[in-house]
């Protein structure tokens, strides 16, 4: 079985989780990682140099240069859609990051020409690779809690992400583009249902003061299908001094009861005197192997990706994307979910309520 032939676009934080993933499959003969495209030369051959691959500062030239069966993009939200019409026009599957794109049109746009090419277009909701998330989900959808009522969940970030993180384009984002989708997407996943309305507030202050004209924080109240309520809660301005990168969690409530899951703090804290108290959220874990050498990684930031990449491999052998139909985060999740977050942007600039059939 010939492996998967994998190029990624952007060699940042996230990217290092894409290069990583595809690396580990290529140990285990399942996929070959060949190439990778950053915006600058610097970090094109510092990525080059620690994977041993081609490094490009142009996605196009990657693309068109190398024989790759699929590529994955962790570039600027705003970014996703030109690079991944590129790709698909190409005929490589994809993997892009969340939000999809900024606008209903654009991911109509995906959707269309990915299924127009055959071929298979997957978003990064990574929170459904969660263990305690799969869990949650199992639970809801046997009638544990029976009847759902409602649901609570709140995601929060340091506000290094912002600001240092994504300096270069926190303004065109905001907290619920970057990290509210993901529990949109997560509340939707669990429960099976869609957003009929929404009304929303975004709070500005601390970020614009500091130049960054972007939301600190925004609440939004959905309601769902079949009479279900969800309030999400998001902010990326907690303090620098937080022990973690990101806070999170998420209650439901139903008529035969509850669950609570704290998805930040898991049982694990580490003090050390070098890097003070950190409490890890375990997405990703790098295990050394002290045979061959390598690190490899495990966590569901990673196993995301490797889902993707295990996907085109079936493809690839033969298999037919009618069969991996809602065993991943598909394009139409992420058309779902940029619907409502663009309805959320729109109650919080005209202040009311807006109903999902309003949205393209």
């Not at 869990?135 to 029976?146: E, P």
């Not at 309520?229 to 139903?254: H, K, S, Y």
């Amino acid at each position: 079985m010939e492996p998967v032939r994998v190029g990624v676009i952007g060699g940042g934080i996230w990217g290092n989780y894409h290069l990583l993933a595809a690396k580990h499959l290529e140990n285990e003969s399942k996929a070959r990682l060949v190439a990778v495209a950053t915006r600058t030369e610097q970090s094109a051959a510092k990525q080059s140099s620690a994977f041993g691959i081609r490094g490009y500062t142009d996605y196009r030239r990657m693309i068109d240069e190398q024989d790759l069966d699929a590529v994955t993009i962790c570039t600027p939200d705003h970014l996703h859609r030109e690079m991944t019409l590129y790709a698909l026009e190409r005929g490589k599957h994809v993997l892009v990051e969340k939000p999809m794109d900024l606008t209903t049109r654009g991911c109509r746009e995906m959707v269309d020409l990915a299924e127009r090419k055959g071929l298979l277009l997957q978003v990064d909701y990574h929170k459904r690779y969660d263990p305690y998330n799969i869990d949650l989900r199992q639970k809801v959808r046997a009638g544990k809690i029976g009847k759902p009522y409602y649901v609570y969940a709140y995601m929060e970030d340091k506000i290094i992400v912002p600001t240092q993180w994504l300096k270069d384009w926190a303004a065109l984002s905001s907290p619920f583009w970057f990290i509210g989708v993901h529990k949109y997407d997560l509340v939707r996943w669990i429960t099976g249902r869609e957003a009929v309305a929404v009304l929303a507030h975004g709070s500005k202050g601390k970020l614009s003061n500091l130049g960054i004209d972007t939301f600190d924080a925004v609440s939004a109240w959905i309601e769902m299908e079949g009479g279900l309520t969800c309030t999400v809660d998001v902010n990326w301005v907690l303090p620098a001094q937080f022990e973690a990168v990101v806070n999170q969690g998420v209650r439901i409530i139903g008529s035969e009861g509850m669950i609570e899951l704290d998805g930040q703090d898991r049982g694990a804290r580490y003090a050390f005197a070098a890097d003070g108290m950190t409490t890890p959220n375990l997405g990703a874990i790098a295990i050394a192997d002290s045979v061959f050498g390598w690190k490899e990684p495990h966590g569901y930031f990673v196993d995301a990706i490797k889902d993707f990449l295990l996907n085109v491999l079936f493809l690839k052998s033969g298999g037919g994307l009618v069969q991996l139909q809602d065993r991943y985060p598909s394009g139409q999740d992420g058309l779902q979910v940029t619907r409502l977050a663009e309805a959320v942007e729109i109650s919080i600039r005209e202040h009311r309520l807006v109903h999902l059939s309003e949205m393209p």
